[in-house]
T-cell receptor
Framework: AQSVTQLGSHVSVSEGALVLLRCNYS??????LFWYVQYPNQGLQLLLKYTSAATLVKGINGFEAEFKKSETSFHLTKPSAHMSDAAEYFC???????????FGGGTRVLVKP | DTAVSQTPKYLVTQMGNDKSIKCEQNLGHDTMYWYKQDSKKFLKIMFSYNNKELIINETVPNRFSPKSPDKAHLNLHINSLELGDSAVYFCASNGQLNEAFFGQGTRLTVV
């Protein structure tokens, strides 16, 4: 069975500071990995995805994530936080194209002015 | 045009009632899902349909019955609603390389 662990349910950063959200996964097969963002009272929006191509993946809104197989990690970063980055972030894994997503518990990001 | 649309966005109902949530996608995807997000924001798959056929049914009470009249629609009917059913329900559909598109969610409150 697959699982996803997101370290830290809450992260607080200052505007302009680095955002780092941690995600570790377990999977018996090469995984597909995703980061989604959820703004208050909204659905989930895809930030970026890893599907066995380049290990450094760039997404929308200045976010990027690096797939590290040896560490079974897929951490999300953004060099400079903006107030609009305040949201809930979810890491997710699936076994194959067209398969269901297994989500981590989410990390809420608070951006301080 | 909204890619995945759900109705209603908010639903408040009494225990014991039966209610439905509708979902439509205009992306031409073959696979559609229902996910449940609980009060702690945890997201879990409930059902998955591929071309109108049920392919995933996670351990969900049989009070929940999905229906897919065609591959663009996946509705969720819930019988005998309980307090514990209060949650946000998300519909999603699958794109290429498993990129899932989500609806805006339906916040169900059972009182």
């Amino acid at each position: 069975a697959q699982s996803v662990t997101q370290l830290g349910s809450h992260v607080s950063v200052s505007e302009g500071a680095l955002v780092l959200l941690r995600c570790n996964y377990s999977s018996s097969v090469p995984p597909y990995l995703f980061w989604y963002v959820q703004y208050p009272n909204q659905g989930l929006q895809l930030l970026l995805k890893y599907t066995s191509a380049a290990t450094l993946v760039k997404g929308i809104n200045g976010f990027e994530a690096e797939f590290k197989k040896s560490e079974t990690s897929f951490h999300l970063t953004k060099p400079s936080a903006h107030m609009s980055d305040a949201a809930e972030y979810f890491c997710a894994v699936s076994k194959a194209a067209g398969n269901k997503l297994t989500f981590g518990g989410g990390t809420r990001v608070l951006v301080k002015p | 045009d909204t890619a995945v649309s759900q109705t209603p966005k908010y639903l408040v109902t009494q225990m014991g009632n039966d209610k439905s949530i509708k979902c439509e996608q205009n992306l031409g995807h073959d696979t559609m899902y229902w996910y449940k997000q609980d009060s702690k924001k945890f997201l879990k798959i409930m059902f998955s349909y591929n071309n109108k056929e049920l392919i995933i049914n996670e351990t969900v009470p049989n009070r929940f019955s999905p229906k897919s009249p065609d591959k663009a629609h996946l509705n969720l009917h819930i019988n005998s609603l309980e307090l514990g059913d209060s949650a946000v329900y998300f519909c999603a559909s699958n794109g290429q390389l498993n990129e899932a598109f989500f609806g805006q969610g339906t916040r169900l409150t059972v009182v």
